[in-house]
């Protein structure tokens, strides 16, 4: 669709994304878009892998590829060794990286499970596991205020919260913030 999707929060027995720049829900015929390309990878049964990546090689991937947020948690974690194990997948020729904090599965044909795709009225859109989701709108409106709270504070990801932490700087209004949700 050409749209970057940014965030993404459990919601019920969901995923909240956002597309950069959008802030009301994501239309029907968009969710269909993402919908058959996201069939399209499942069906390729692309082999999802640990890669052990050159430091310099994984933070220039992360920043060339307009992931800041992913070369600015790398930086935080220099590997041991000076490799980065990141899960790859490749795609049409080209080979696509993510942080290794949790594990994924061995192929994108592993994904059976029937999933759906809806825009949802505080923006964006939710991968929902199955048909109906089973929204938490306390849940979303309490990140929605936390997300405003920390961009006053300066955080937008978790990379800047550590950067918050390691110097101080704003550390109390963000708690603030977070308590008093």
Same mark, same amino acid.
């Given at each position: 669709?050409?749209?970057?999707?940014?965030?993404?929060?459990?919601?019920?027995?969901?995923?909240?994304?956002? %597309?950069?720049?959008?802030?009301?829900?994501?239309?029907?015929?968009? *969710?269909?878009?993402?919908?058959?390309?996201?069939?399209?990878?499942?069906?390729?049964?692309?082999?999802?892998?640990?890669?052990?990546?050159?430091?310099?090689?994984?933070?220039?991937? %992360?920043?060339?590829?307009? !992931?800041?947020?992913?070369?600015?948690?790398?930086?935080?974690?220099?590997?041991?060794?000076?490799?980065?194990?990141?899960?790859?997948?490749?795609?049409?020729?080209?080979?696509?990286?993510?942080?290794?904090?949790?594990?994924?599965?061995?192929?994108?044909?592993?994904?059976?499970?029937?999933?759906?795709?809806?825009?949802?009225?505080?923006?964006?859109?939710?991968? *929902? !596991?199955?048909?109906?989701?089973?929204?938490?709108?306390?849940?979303?409106?309490?990140?929605?205020?936390?997300?405003?709270?920390?961009?006053?504070?300066?955080?937008?990801?978790?990379?800047?919260?550590?950067?918050?932490?390691?110097?101080?700087?704003?550390?109390?209004?963000?708690?603030?913030?977070?308590?008093?949700?």
């Amino acid at each position: 669709s050409g749209k970057r999707i940014k965030g993404g929060h459990s919601i019920g027995n969901g995923h909240w994304y956002k %597309f950069e720049g959008e802030d009301g829900p994501t239309s029907a015929s968009d *969710c269909e878009k993402v919908h058959k390309e996201m069939q399209a990878v499942i069906n390729k049964g692309a082999k999802i892998s640990v890669e052990l990546v050159p430091f310099k090689d994984a933070l220039d991937y %992360f920043l060339s590829n307009n !992931q800041p947020i992913s070369a600015k948690l790398l930086s935080k974690r220099v590997p041991i060794g000076g490799k980065a194990a990141l899960r790859a997948c490749t795609l049409e020729d080209k080979t696509h990286y993510r942080h290794n904090f949790f594990k994924l599965m061995g192929s994108t044909a592993d994904l059976t499970r029937e999933f759906s795709l809806t825009g949802y009225e505080a923006g964006g859109l939710v991968l *929902c !596991q199955g048909t109906v989701l089973f929204d938490q709108p306390a849940l979303c409106q309490g990140l929605s205020e936390l997300i405003t709270w920390g961009h006053r504070a300066g955080v937008t990801s978790t990379a800047d919260l550590v950067d918050v932490v390691e110097g101080e700087a704003m550390q109390g209004t963000f708690i603030h913030a977070a308590e008093t949700r």
